[in-house]
């Protein structure tokens, strides 16, 4: 029976490779018959600028020319007409006799002020013959080779790096394309996401910078050009993008939130309209009544979940616990924030909890209201932080090192440090009030934090007082 699955894996993963390659075969042939046409337009193109150069030169050289001969003509003309006259007069004759018998140089008097020599403006065609002759079509570019093992991916930016297999002085600038996928290993032909494209690059690596990596993998490939044609593309490589990317969950908010997928802001008018139904609800399971379950694993903007967090607890989680790995995210208050916490916390926390008020949460908390206060919160604690509020601050998870960091963003130094032991998954969670919250993911951890983890790690030090044991 093994074998027989075996068998049909086999050729289904075969039948995928044929489904592919016709589709490759196929685009191939479709680029043929484009790019045939498109390279005989361009050596219309370039035949017909040739011809206009060359009749241009042609149209120069001849006002050259009669340009010349009209100066000529000119010259003698005006000779002649000064002989002629001093032949018809005797006294203009004489003057003219006297003023010679004045000129010592002889060939002033006999010497004509122009030639009829026209030699000077032949032109030797010779070597342009040769070039014309030797006019063959420009090598086309042949394709780079990508060094896997050059690229990096660091910082949410990858860096590139080609060669050509062979030195070419004539190449005049490369083309990088990419696209994002979840696809692992070869590229595809067709893929959910296009191609991008950078132009006009001089050197033989590129960096991409600010990306969100909100898809496992990226494809790269990278064509060489030159002044008049485009080589092939190298072959594809695939690197690994993976991050952390989850958004806020509308079905777990407070109702006075307005939640949508990166941004979620306090709005006191939430709700109003429905706390009687509610009451209902809560009443009705009081009685001994079951609560209605709330929806199955589809979004639904309708039950919302509204009993999951109330009162006081201006609560809401993002929609992807993490129960692995390392991981960051930012978050950035929106301006007049009066009051939010950030932080991470199990995913059974009760609907009035608060965060950073139970063992099973951990936060640093922001107030702006009345005294201003800047502290890490757990299990009903609180440490005050002796440093300034950042405009964004950095999140970092350390699951199975049971280690939350929170960071400036920006300067990525340190703000607080809870050491503790995940004993079950957690998710993203925060708190705002009189305000709002946006949301960065897809980002990896930064090598300015693993680099301080690893050193913190070394020493075995923490900034925490509120070290804890989660259960």
Request: hydrophobic share 35%.
């Amino acid at each position: 029976m093994d074998s027989g699955w075996l068998i049909i894996a086999t050729l289904a993963n075969k039948n995928e490779e044929l489904h592919n390659f016709i589709e490759t075969l196929s685009h191939l042939l479709a680029g043929v018959q484009v790019n045939s046409s498109q390279v005989v337009s361009d050596l219309e193109e370039e035949f017909d600028t040739l011809f206009s150069i060359l009749e241009e030169s042609k149209e120069s050289m001849t006002n050259t020319i009669k340009q010349e001969q009209a100066r000529k003509s000119h010259e003698l003309q005006n000779q002649l007409t000064q002989s002629t006259n001093a032949l018809e007069s005797a006294e203009e004759l004489l003057e003219f006799a006297n003023h010679a018998l004045d000129i010592k140089d002889e060939e002033e008097f006999t010497k004509p002020k122009a030639t009829d020599n026209m030699t000077h403006l032949m032109v030797d065609f010779s070597q342009e013959r040769q070039l014309l002759q030797g006019l063959r079509f420009l090598p086309v570019p042949r394709a780079p080779e990508i060094e896997v093992q050059d690229c990096m991916v660091l910082d949410n930016a990858v860096t590139v790096v080609w060669r050509m297999p062979v030195e070419d002085s004539k190449i005049d600038h490369y083309i990088l394309e990419y696209r994002k996928t979840n696809h692992e290993g070869l590229p595809r032909v067709k893929d959910e996401r296009c191609w991008e494209l950078v132009d006009n690059i001089k050197s033989t690596e590129h960096t991409l910078t600010g990306l969100k990596f909100d898809s496992k993998f990226m494809n790269f490939r990278v064509r060489a050009c030159n002044k008049a044609a485009a080589g092939d593309y190298s072959d594809p490589v695939t690197l690994e993008t993976r991050a952390f990317n989850f958004d806020f969950d509308s079905s777990s908010s407070h109702l006075n939130l307005k939640v949508e997928e990166c941004s979620v802001e306090w709005d006191p008018q939430g709700g109003k309209g429905l706390d009687s139904k509610v009451k209902g609800k809560e009443n009705k399971g009081r009685s001994g009544t079951p609560s209605p379950k709330r929806g199955s694993t589809t979004r639904s903007p309708a039950p919302r979940g509204r009993d999951r967090f109330t009162g006081e607890s201006y609560t809401v989680l993002g929609d992807t616990s993490i129960d692995s790995g390392q991981h960051y995210w930012e978050v950035k208050a929106l301006k007049d924030c009066k009051s939010y916490s950030v932080g991470v916390a199990f995913k059974n926390l009760g609907k009035f909890d608060q965060l950073g008020k139970t063992n099973t949460t951990w936060c640093i908390h922001v107030n702006n209201w009345l005294q201003n206060s800047f502290a890490a919160k757990h299990n009903n604690k609180a440490k005050s932080l002796d440093v300034s509020v950042p405009e964004r601050i950095g999140v970092y998870c350390d699951f199975d090192g049971g280690q939350l960091s929170f960071y400036n963003a920006e300067s990525k130094q340190l703000l607080h440090t809870f050491k503790t032991k995940f004993t079950q998954p957690v998710v993203p969670a925060f708190m705002v009030w009189c305000g709002g919250l946006s949301l960065s993911t897809g980002l990896q951890v930064p090598s300015a934090v693993r680099s301080f983890q690893k050193t913190e790690n070394g020493l075995g030090g923490s900034n925490s007082s509120l070290n804890s044991m989660a259960h």
